[in-house]
């Protein structure tokens, strides 16, 4: 670009559409809904929104792409970003999975929603896919029609924008916009649909491929593609394995299974459900991926699953998510069974995939109570009698940590300490005041002395300990009822919340003046309003 060129999203992004240029197109260019075979993709157009409006942007993710804030705000922005204007260095297309979805196969799935319009490199070489999700339908749509509603474009938006400020691996979003027409949904599929208004979230990632990806092609034996796909795939998005041969498709089926290890800690430790972990919704990144009926625990319960869909057999709960990527895992290892033709070595990826989902979790433990780190011998039964304690009354998981963190260790108030005082601590955890009967508050001081004894071990002094804690136990999550009154809002048009939400955010581990009331257990109200306690 000359410098007195006026600077425009068309020149600010300097696109390089590797994924359509090296991977095979689907012939077809229409929507309709079909069976794409011996493609990757398939090249669609984005519907034309009616009357777009911006109500946020991540400045972070404009700036990793080469975004000015004042770009963002500009019109072609939003003409941009709802699918109005298509730029020429764009090339969009809706890419072809299939997936497992609770527990069976469910053949192709697809882009049903989301249309890729391209890749970018930024100034740093790093690549980013920018889709959006809700700008109409694709040949994967199946029954669905393609869009999205304001309501869960929110919850997408503001969630991997507060995943990834929480360190969680994660895909991002670049903007969200509504755009002035209405969709038609039936909200609690009780046969009673109603208009509400559509939106769209530019999503962000350094690849969106999934596990479902590589399953779709195996499941119908394009073998040569699968093989074609894998290599694209590791040449693009894991360089530094090398060259493919048969040792690289170990070597990086074992990096899968070590990151995806690692994302389901990162959701242990911050209490996220994803509520749909089918193998289509599984990043081959290791990123959290698809914000549909996701949830964060507000009282510490293994059993919570937010997916009304999943009530049943809770298949998707809070307890369950690491066995599930296992389950998962095995699946994506059937897929590429082929490549490498012996069973042993993906066996031995999934044994890596639980000793590494193990080791990283007592570390990751350890550093939620603040040890120096885990201890075999103890710490078991110290984190069993913890979550226990967690459960025997409704205790919100995400303040008792917090409280723990300000708890006095080594102050001589503190071995003086009563019962009643330790109550009052954590008062602000406990949702039903009337549970805390006289076993709970001997099993309550039982387990603090041993906690208290148990840091004495390490000698950390209390104030080095609680920075040390506070850095990994957000005081911010994205609170199911906080998610719902920022959508109440939006729905009658104003954005505020949405951008305060976002801000607050931005910062989750530092208590922020102001903004307590973001902080606080769910209150009562919510207990079970739609939205608040349960999705679909
Ligand atoms: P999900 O459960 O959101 O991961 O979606 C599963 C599959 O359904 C994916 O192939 C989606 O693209 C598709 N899908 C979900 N909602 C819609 C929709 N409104 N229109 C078209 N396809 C959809
Ligand atoms: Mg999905």
Known sequence: MKSHDKMNLENALNFDNKYTRELP???????????????????????????????????????????SSELCESEEFVEVFSGNKVLSGMDPYATCYGGHQFGSWAGQLGDGRVINLGEIVNKEGRRWVLQLKGAGPTPYSRRGDGFAVLRSSIREFLCSEAMYHLGIPTTRALSLVTTGDQVIRDMFYDGNPQPEPGAIVCRTAPSF????????LTWRGELDLLRRFADYTIRTDFPHLGEPSKEVYCAWFDEICT?????IVHWQRTGF???????????ILG????????????DYDPGWTPN???????????????????????QLANAIHPLIGEVQPLEDSIQTYVNHHRD?????????????GFNKESDNKLITDMQDLLQYVETDMTIFFRRLAALDVQSTVARSSSVHNLIEHFSDAYYLSEQLNDEYIVMLDTWITHYKARLNHDKTPDDL???????????????????????????????????????????????????EELSKRRPEWARHRAGCAMLS
């Open 25 to 67: 197109a689907d012939p077809e260019t229409s929507h309709e809904t079909r069976q794409v075979t011996n493609s990757c993709y398939s090249r669609v157009q984005p519907v034309k929104a009616g009357a777009p409006e911006l109500v946020a942007f991540s400045r972070e993710m404009a700036e990793e792409v080469g975004l």
């Open 209 to 216: 491929t999934r596990f479902g990806n590589f399953e779709i």
């Open 259 to 263: 990151s995806t290890a690692e994302m």
């Open 273 to 283: 459900v994803h509520g749909v972990m089918n193998t289509d919704n599984m990043s």
């Open 287 to 298: 990123l959290t991926i698809d914000f549909g009926p996701y949830g964060w625990l507000e």
């Open 308 to 330: 009304t869909t999943d009530a049943q057999g809770r298949r998707y709960r809070f307890g369950n998510q690491a066995e599930i990527a296992q389950w998962n895992l095995i």
């Open 360 to 372: 990283t979790w007592q570390r990751m433990m350890a550093d939620k109570l603040g040890l120096a």
């Open 465 to 515: 300990r609680r920075v040390k804690m506070n850095k990994v136990n957000p005081e911010y999550i994205f609170r199911n009822y906080i998610a719902q009154l920022a959508i109440d809002k939006a729905e009658k048009g104003d954005y505020s919340m949405v951008n305060e939400l976002l801000e607050v955010l931005r910062k989750p581990y530092d208590e922020q003046t102001g903004k």
